[in-house]
């Protein structure tokens, strides 16, 4: 069987900006209905990648294919209004002098009157605003707004939707809401989905696939567990979390740390190395008068340390620690409420199995 076309394929993009590389050889696949979301910190590209899909900004170099078709590289380029893309961007102004309904039909350009109509009612229909059809946007809530800029991006049925941190103009509570209801529409209607995001939660919570991308470059691609559970250097666990780090030198293979040794293949003998691991998989015991919990062969060596501070977060407690032998400070983080004094001593271990190993770089 031969591998299905992907809906959006691009290849090797790059744009530079005054000598900076600002995209810099991106390439990704997106099939129809999935959703990919482009996740990385401010300034590190994704606007600039998503124009050059969108046909308003060029690149220097690479190629973009819609269905198979080449739609753009250097010398050959379909405008931008004939790539059957949609968009949605955070500031989606919706024009203030058109109705709804106008609003919703502004990109229908073929069928009859009556045709147009039925499009409109029904993707009004589906995002639950049939009712302000014939209302104006000053008459809607920011939600409802973003809602009808949903339904007029939906409406001549783009095979690809390009959306810009479409939701970050809503509270949170509404937030969620409409991020859910908008997947399940683009989901019905088949389209491949770039999303923009800066917020991690926002693309574990939109994403078949996450692009992680940092200084213009994607640095990991694939499922949200994957990414999150196989992150490939310690920015890339930092970005989803905190992320606490021991410092080590290889020697054998193995990096020594006051939680015992770490396995480091590969790796040669003096290179530095860090141990990286999140504040749920550090386990916190009792001092049990001077004696620690064993070590184990999922825990390793258990570590002393005393707690600076504590502070309840809601679902959860921030334990911040002091290890005893190295001064070097972890946080923790433990379900419901724990929030043990200041000076309280304490045990702590990690789950090995949760620790990452990488090579210091810079
Ligand atoms: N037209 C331009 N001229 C010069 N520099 C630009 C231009 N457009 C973008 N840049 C620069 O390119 C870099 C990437 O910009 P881009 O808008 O793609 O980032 P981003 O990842 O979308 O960030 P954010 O999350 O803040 O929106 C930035 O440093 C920006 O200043
Ligand atoms: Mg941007």
Known sequence: MTDPTPRLEIKNLRR??????????????????????LLGPSGCGKSTT????????????????????LICDTVFRVPPERREIGLMFQDFALFPHLS???????????????????????????????????????????????????ARALAPQPRIMLMDEPFSGLDNRLRDGIRDETLSILK??????????????????????????????????GAPYNVYTRPVDRASVAFFS????L????????????FGQFLAPGVPDGTPV??????????????????GPRPTATDGAPARAVV???????????????????????????????????????????????CFVFPVTR
């Open 247 to 258: 410092e080590a030198t290889v020697n054998g293979a193995l990096a020594d740390t006051v």
């Open 274 to 291: 860090n141990i990286v691991f999140r504040p749920q998989h550090l386990r916190i015991d009792f001092d049990r008068a001077g004696k």
């Open 308 to 354: 600076e501070r504590a502070r309840f977060m809601g679902n959860e407690s921030l334990v911040e620690f002091v290890l005893e032998q190295d001064g070097s400070r972890l946080r923790a983080t433990v379900p419901n409420v724990f929030l043990p004094q200041p000076g309280a001593v304490m045990w702590l271990t990690v789950r090995r199995d949760r």
């Open 242 to 245: 905190d992320a606490n780090v």
């Open 16 to 37: 530079s900006y005054g000598g900076r590389q600002v995209v810099d050889d991106v390439s990704l696949q997106i099939m129809p209905g999935q959703v990919t979301c």
């Open 188 to 221: 019905e209607e088949d389209t491949a989905v770039l999303l923009v995001t800066h917020e991690p939660d926002e693309a574990m919570r939109m994403a078949d696939e996450i692009a992680l991308m940092r200084d213009g470059k994607i640095v990991q691609q």
């Open 100 to 150: 709804v309904a106008d609003n919703v039909g502004f990109g229908l350009k073929t069928g009859t009157k009556a045709e147009k109509r039925n499009r409109i009612e029904d993707l009004l229909k589906r995002v639950d605003l049939l009712r302000y059809i014939d209302g104006y946007p000053h008459q809607l809530s920011g939600g409802e707004q973003q809602r009808v800029a949903l």
């Open 50 to 69: 998503l124009r050059m899909i969108a046909g308003v900004e060029m690149q220097d170099s690479g190629t973009i294919h819609v269905d198979g078709k």
